[in-house]
């Protein structure tokens, strides 16, 4: 999806802002969709930009670019189960996280499936399900400085969605270990959480941060580890 240079009012030109790209394979259509949260330099868009190509690699082509439900668009993951997709999404304005069934083409928002952390200002959600249970991971808003990493579960993912606390602990947890919730998956039987570790001065030099995490009975934790095996 390359930059625009040479169309100043494009949402790909370089002086604009492109975050958190995510891609789902359509097994009903047979494209690869991305979806990525859309900003201009000055954060005032919130928008979406979601786009289509024959191969992961691309090149992928923009079919639209919108706030879906009408909604300020903000950090966001999409997660797939037995050929459905949803978007959970942090939406600014109201503060509240969404989580939307996709039209069954995964290009817009169907059907709002759950709202939760109302006017709690949370962002950078990552959602797993384990044992029949699924986990929401959020971040608070303190711009690009960490904070704590905090988890609610549910037993579908309609809810009711139950905040159950602090995700890790330990040294440095109240800061999540510097870095930010983006995805969080289970490999081999691990659960393995992956975090941005913002570089503010040089966005572009910000690097990941991978913990285990014990996902046991419904409980959710992490601690620091220097170096770990799965």
């Known amino acids: 999806l390359p930059a625009e240079p040479d169309k100043p009012n494009s949402p790909l030109h370089p002086s ?4 958190r790209p995510k891609v789902l394979f359509n097994a009903k259509t047979g494209k690869y969709v991305l979806w990525v949260k859309s900003e201009n330099a000055s954060y005032q868009w919130g928008r979406v930009i979601v786009a289509t190509a024959e191969d992961p690699a691309g090149p992928f082509e923009i079919v639209d670019s919108f706030q879906p439900a009408g909604q300020r668009f903000g950090d966001f993951a999409l997660y797939e189960e037995d050929g459905t997709g ?8 109201v503060e509240t996280t969404f ?69 890790f602990m330990g040294e440095g947890s109240q800061y999540s270990f510097r870095s930010q919730p983006t995805y969080v ?35 959710m934790t992490g601690c620091w580890l220097d170096e770990w095996r799965y």
């Open 99 to 167: 989580i939307h069934r996709l039209t069954q083409d995964y290009l817009n928002v169907e059907e709002q499936v759950a709202a939760t952390y109302a006017g709690q200002k949370r962002e950078a959600p990552a959602i797993l399900k384990k044992s029949g249970r699924y986990y929401l991971i959020t971040s608070g808003k303190s711009g690009w400085s960490p904070n704590p990493t905090r988890y609610a579960t549910a037993p579908s993912l309609a809810g009711p969605w139950e905040d159950r606390g602090e995700v």
């Open 185 to 219: 998956f289970e490999h081999d039987g691990t659960v393995i959480y992956m975090g941005d570790r913002w570089h503010q001065r040089d966005l572009g030099d910000s690097r990941y941060v991978w913990l285990p995490l014990d996902v046991i009975d419904g409980k």
């Open 86 to 93: 949803y978007l959970i999404v942090s939406s600014g304005g």
């Open 16 to 19: 604009n802002v492109l975050e």
